[in-house]
């Protein structure tokens, strides 16, 4: 196969084209073709200057070569090939492509071996797009070269301008200026009343040759007026619009037809004259749309059906990816963030079952401790009650034998009340011991709390045998605590003393409780004359469940620790010089500002 191009190959419009006849041609022949290109180049040249030196090479070269076909591209290709086919190939098939089909009408008949496809520039069109985007203009530029081809172009602008049915006040040829001179021209016309058509520019005055797309960009860009144009290439280049003639579609008609002429090579490859001429390719409107947009012109003044190149993408089609990737992002930090907060909240709750179990544990042992102390209790409580029955029981005889005085009475009456309130006092702090209720961190003076709890201690103590000692020594320091969890470590390290002493010789059995200032704090102390403790592991005191005793529970001392801790103190065990033990409990004295966070922290749990 040969490619025969009038025109300068390399032209972008031009690879274009042959690219898209060669990609139909290899997708429509399994075989692929072997092609060979030749060029006239007339449109630079000239087409009689080399004509006969191109002849005579061409001939030379295919004079022992079959050829089955020869597309000739372009008009020189086309007037070439008819006067010379038969000379260099004879009886070879010859597609003629991108010829206008005004061309046929001047040349007449085509040999019988001929077949065509034309194209048909519809100037009118052009011109009827003109008339949407610019109304008002009456003043019309043709731009174009000085070449044979430009000028003809021109001709025929300038020609269809008079059949518009708009009366242009003046029509003007630009003919073959330079690239500035076209610049500083097109700089001083104004949008509302100049249209520039561009034909083509294949050779300025000068005699410089262009390519005739290469202009529309230099000219195009800056402009203030919309160029309109003939070819696909000039609007995706810059033209605003025009009605086009697409070189990508002829050459894929041009590959199907020269597949199809190729695939019936071998047979009569004479052509009925009806067939020979396929119908020209149409030119279609088209517009630049960011163009459109740099003039100010409305893209709506287009027909509906108009291709739009270069209209700007939406943001989500042209940053697609981006947008993916955000949206990938701030999906996984949405999960990370909700993972968070749920197994923050789960956090929580298991904070608060924690806080809740450790308060009915607090509360529970309470009760045992209660508990432990009941016979010494029962006395506390039988002891008053007791006093108020044989008290009653005198005031009864006396009246019976009416030398009460009334004086006497009111003594019994007195005697009655006081061992009353006693009672009540123990049943009191019992019930506060035992009742369920939240735990409130309140500023409390230390001291008198504890001292309070020993009501419960010295009954006790009393009952086993024991030598109670106190001292309190900071009647002034006060601190952040819940009262009823204060007394009950009181009680815990109170009732471990007594127990460690419980075989103790008579001298022995002292227990000591008493407060003291301390770094930062205050401290009490509960010391003993017992067994004593190991002293290379005091922790395992504290730990829950550890016991020696026969019916001990091991929860004694770890829940101690648990108060000091959420009272942000400390506990800490001592063995005694001279035998016994000695527990400490040291906590913060209370700052002046309430403490929030530690009363947030806590509220959550009640005992
Ligand atoms: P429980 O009293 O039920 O055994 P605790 O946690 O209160 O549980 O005490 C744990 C262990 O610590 C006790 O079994 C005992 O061996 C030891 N202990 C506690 N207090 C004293 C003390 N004052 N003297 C000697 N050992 C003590």
Redesign the pocket.
């Known amino acids: 196969m040969v490619l025969l191009t009038g025109g300068d190959p390399m032209q972008p419009a031009a690879l274009m084209q042959t690219q898209a006849i060669r990609t139909v041609l290899n997708a429509t022949l399994p075989l692929g073709t072997e092609t060979f290109l030749d060029t006239l180049d007339g449109l630079r040249f000239g087409s009689d200057l080399l004509t006969p030196e191109l002849f005579a090479l061409l001939r030379k070269k295919y004079s022992g070569q079959h050829v089955d076909l020869v597309i000739a591209i372009g008009n020189y290709a086309a007037e070439f090939a008819r006067a010379h086919h038969e000379a260099i190939w004879p009886g070879t098939p010859i597609l003629v492509t991108s010829v206008p089909d005004v061309w046929l009408k001047k040349v007449g008949a085509l040999p019988s071996t001929f077949v065509m496809i034309p194209y048909h520039i519809e100037i009118e069109k052009t011109f009827s797009i003109v008339e949407s985007l610019q109304p008002s203009a009456t003043r019309l530029v043709v731009i174009g070269g000085t070449s044979d081809l430009d000028k003809r172009f021109s001709d025929e602008i300038v020609e269809a301008a008079g059949k518009t049915a708009r009366r242009w006040v003046s029509i003007e040829r630009w003919e073959g200026f330079s690239v500035q001179e076209l610049k500083a021209r097109l700089a001083l016309l104004d949008k509302r009343t100049s249209a520039v058509l561009y034909g083509t520019q294949y050779r300025d005055r000068e005699g410089r040759r262009y390519f005739p797309v290469e202009l529309v960009n230099k000219i195009a860009s800056d402009a203030p007026v919309p160029i309109y144009g003939w070819y696909a290439n000039y609007i995706e280049q810059g033209a605003a619009a025009g009605a086009v003639y697409d070189l990508e579609e002829n050459g894929r008609t041009t590959g199907n037809v020269a597949a199809q002429m190729l695939l019936s090579s071998g047979q009569t490859q004479q052509f009925d004259a009806s067939l020979r001429t396929l119908p020209a390719l149409p030119a279609r409107c088209t517009a630049n749309i960011a163009m459109l947009k740099r003039l100010d012109i409305s893209e709506n003044l287009l027909e509906p059906d108009c291709k739009r190149l270069n209209a700007p993408h939406p943001a989500y089609r042209q940053y697609w990816k981006e947008i993916v990737v955000i949206l990938f992002v701030i999906g996984t930090q949405a999960i990370t963030i909700f993972a968070m907060l749920k197994q923050r909240h789960q956090r929580r709750v298991a904070e608060y079952d924690a806080a809740t179990r450790r308060a009915d544990l607090t509360r529970a042992s309470r009760i045992s401790t209660v508990g432990e102390l009941s016979a010494s209790i029962a006395h506390e409580v039988g002891q008053p009650l007791g006093a108020i029955l044989s008290n009653v029981d005198a005031a009864d005889l006396m009246m019976q034998s009416s030398d009460a005085s009334d004086a006497e009475l009111r003594e019994i009456l007195t005697d009655v009340r006081r061992d009353a309130l006693r009672a009540n006092d123990v049943i009191q702090r019992l019930r506060a011991l035992l009742q369920k209720q939240a735990i409130t961190f309140t500023p409390v003076v230390f001291d008198t709390v504890l001292e309070r709890a020993t009501s419960l201690v010295k009954p006790e103590a009393r009952r086993r045998g024991i030598v109670l000692q106190m001292s309190f020594g900071a009647p002034d320091a006060r601190v952040l605590a819940d009262q009823v969890q204060l007394q009950q470590v009181l009680l815990?390290?109170a009732i471990?003393?007594m127990?460690?002493m419980e075989n103790s010789e008579q001298k022995d059995r002292e227990l000591s409780i008493g407060t003291r200032h301390a770094k930062e704090g205050v401290e009490l102390v509960v010391a003993?004359r017992?067994?004593?403790?190991p002293a290379d592991n005091v922790e395992q005191?504290?730990e829950a469940f550890?016991?020696?005793?026969e019916r001990?529970?091991?929860?004694?001392?770890?829940i101690v620790r648990s108060i000091a801790d959420a009272h942000r103190g400390a506990v800490s065990?001592l063995p005694r010089s001279g035998g016994?033990?000695e527990?400490v409990l040291w906590l913060p004295l209370a700052s002046a500002e309430f403490d929030q966070t530690h009363l947030r922290g806590s509220e959550a749990a009640s005992v």
Do not use: P, Q, V
Request: glycine share 22%.
């Open positions: 815990n390290l471990n003393a127990d460690a003993d017992g067994t004593g403790i005191l504290f550890y016991t020696t005793k001990g529970t091991g929860l004694g001392l770890s065990a016994g033990t527990f």
